[in-house]
């Protein structure tokens, strides 16, 4: 089903959805999708705003049951607190009076559960430093959290959901508020992140051609509707029309970027 | 040098001759205690308004108790209590309402101005209740002071590490199965309980000196939560050794020089450090 490499073929299964609809209330925000993504996978979600993007993750985290259908992750129902997942949640603001260092915040997710009172343990420490040197945010350990940028912002937090080790991470619009270069950065960390350590990414974003060369899978919300498959698969003129129920046309421009003509208005990264 | 010192000391035993004094050095010490611990997560949470709420909650149910011939201080604890179960009921993002808030508040001032005014005894009370009489302190009151005091600290130390977690990053913390919700519920009963007790000492219009006005300044000087802490604490306490210490020698109200000193020393941090953050 996918055309990635012969490695690939061997990788466990690790998310898989069958019918899925998933609503709030008497609200129905997408139904009827199918999508399977295995072990090592860069998985984008992408749509339009309020098509149900973050709602996947919800879902994935066991926040929001679904309504119909089934979903498994890594083979069971999903299930608050899996240790398994490392979640970096869509930021608007991190107060800039929040006058505490970084190491700390990466460092209470390792432990921030935990009843009682203590000191640092040395551990816990490491553990933090080498999350941050993974990102390349070694010089960060010690800066206020209120005082970084974007960009700097975002590293963190990709340290706070690395340092646990998860399997899996979802990211809920990284790129958002980051400048291009920024965007390209960020892109090929997470990617590095993916193939060094075998993780599973899905990440949030508005605009997919930063993230084309990289990803293995596109899940495309909109509509109420989910598609998924390679990019390759799913960003046709033919499947977006179908997704949409609109006609909408996908175009190439020389460099490989694409254009979603048509749909929604809100496909370039405002 | 040696005289100066000398003459501290002879005037400080001096000073806990008397009992009055003695139990106005043990209110306030524990209060100055809870509050620095406490005031660090209003700051972090961004609770100040909350805090002032509760002190004037208070106010009615200490103005009612007055009325009832009651122990204010009693009054004062369970209505504030109940405001910060009430809160914690109505959920965490109800802290975060202040106009709901503000309309409580400004409600709970009235009744606490009708019972006074229903009160035909000295309007003294209601003096003491805005603006904290820490001197006139009873021994019954410095233990319940200590007894509540004892039970904040300890829940406090209990969930120090998932209240911190939580306040930082709220939706990690919920994605890791942490009870958000319940942390925030905890926080309002621990916060209204620190209100109460510390009311006895600044009142409940001067709240902020005690219960904002230390962390906002020890957030400025330190960038890990254990040593603002300790710094807030330790503000505090100065604030309110100080305090009680000029009082005895000088004709003016404690509270005022407890709010002079913690006013002080945030002006002269915020001078100092603004260009170093």
Same mark, same amino acid.
């Given at each position: 089903?996918?055309?990635?490499k ?19 209330k ?5 139904k009827?999708a199918?999508?399977?993504v ?9 749509g ?14 066991g926040?929001? %049951?679904?309504?119909?259908?089934t ?20 930021? =608007? ?7 505490? &260092?970084?190491?700390?915040?990466i460092r ?18 490491? $553990? ?29 937090f ?7 080790n998860? &399997?899996?991470?979802l990211?809920? &619009?990284?790129l ?7 965007i ?5 960390l ?12 899905? %990440?949030? $974003?508005?605009?997919i ?6 990803? +293995? ?34 175009? =190439? ?6 254009v979603?003509?048509?749909?929604? &208005?809100?496909?370039?990264e +405002? | ?8 000391f002879?005037?400080l ?6 009992? !009055?004094?003695?139990?106005? !050095?043990?209110a306030?010490t524990v ?10 997560l ?17 106010f009615? @149910?200490?103005a @009612? ?9 009693? @009054?004062?604890l369970?209505a504030?209590?109940? @405001?910060?179960?009430?809160?914690a ?15 409580v508040?400004?409600?709970?001032l ?13 309007a ?5 209740i ?23 600290l ?7 590490r ?6 930082l ?9 942490m ?7 905890i ?28 962390a ?15 710094i807030?604490?330790a ?11 000029i ?21 002269l ?9």
């Amino acid at each position: 089903m996918s055309i990635s490499k012969k490695r690939k073929e061997i990788q466990p299964e690790v998310v898989s959805a069958s019918d899925l609809t998933v609503g709030y209330k008497d609200k129905v925000v997408w139904k009827g999708a199918h999508f399977s993504v295995k072990q090592g996978e860069f998985v984008a979600i992408i749509g339009p705003n309020g098509a149900g993007k973050t709602t996947m993750f919800r879902l994935l985290l066991g926040l929001l %049951l679904p309504e119909k259908g089934t979903i498994k992750v890594f083979g069971a129902s999903p299930r608050k607190g899996n240790s398994k997942i490392g979640y970096v949640p869509q930021r =608007h603001t991190i107060d800039n009076e929040t006058n505490i &260092e970084c190491i700390e915040l990466i460092r209470l997710a390792q432990s921030g559960s935990r009843l009682g009172f203590s000191f640092s343990s040395v551990k816990e420490k490491k $553990a933090a430093h080498e999350a941050l040197k993974a990102v390349g945010a070694t010089d960060l350990a010690h800066k206020s959290l209120g005082s970084l940028s974007g960009g700097e912002l975002q590293r963190v937090f990709l340290a706070e959901a690395l340092v646990s080790n998860p &399997e899996m991470l979802l990211l809920d &619009e990284p790129l958002s508020n980051l400048d291009l270069r920024r965007i390209k950065d960020l892109v090929g960390l997470v990617h590095d992140v993916v193939k060094s350590r075998n993780v599973t990414a899905f %990440l949030v $974003a508005h605009d997919i051609n930063p993230l084309i060369k990289y990803l +293995d899978k596109v899940i495309y919300v909109a509509n109420g509707k989910v598609a998924s498959g390679t990019p390759e698969e799913v960003l046709t003129s033919k499947r977006l029309t179908e997704l949409y129920g609109t006609r909408v046309e996908v175009l =190439h421009d020389s460099r490989g970027n694409i254009v979603i003509v048509g749909g929604a &208005e809100d496909h370039h990264e +405002d | 040098m040696m005289l100066l010192a000398l003459n501290i000391f002879s005037s400080l035993s001096g000073i806990f001759k008397y009992q !009055f004094m003695q139990h106005a !050095f043990e209110a306030g010490t524990v209060v100055a205690i809870v509050a620095g611990i406490i005031g660090y997560l209003v700051i972090l949470r961004r609770s100040a308004f909350a805090t002032h709420a509760f002190a004037e909650i208070g106010f009615a @149910g200490a103005a @009612g108790a007055v009325l009832l011939g009651v122990s204010p201080v009693l @009054g004062l604890l369970s209505a504030s209590t109940l @405001g910060g179960i009430g809160i914690a009921i109505l959920g965490n993002r109800a802290s975060h309402r202040d106009i709901e808030i503000g309309a409580v508040l400004a409600f709970m001032l009235g009744l606490g101005v009708l019972f006074i005014s229903l009160y035909t005894g000295y309007a003294t009370e209601a003096y003491s209740i805005l603006f904290g009489e820490i001197l006139g302190i009873s021994a019954a009151n410095v233990l319940l002071t200590l007894v509540i005091s004892a039970a904040i600290l300890f829940v406090a130390a209990l969930v120090y590490r998932p209240m911190l977690f939580a306040s930082l990053d709220e939706e990690v913390a919920e994605a890791k199965g942490m009870r958000t919700v319940l942390l925030g519920a905890i926080f309002m009963v621990l916060l209204a309980a620190s209100v109460a007790i510390a009311v006895q000492v600044v009142g409940v219009l001067l709240i902020f000196a005690l219960m904002v006005i230390p962390a906002a300044t020890a957030v400025r000087l330190t960038k890990k939560p254990l040593y603002a802490i300790v710094i807030s604490v330790a503000i505090a306490l100065l604030a309110t050794w100080a305090g009680l210490l000029i009082a005895f020698f000088e004709p003016y109200p404690v509270s005022f020089f407890i709010t002079s000193i913690v006013f002080g020393l945030y002006l002269l941090v915020r001078l100092i450090y603004r260009s170093q953050r």
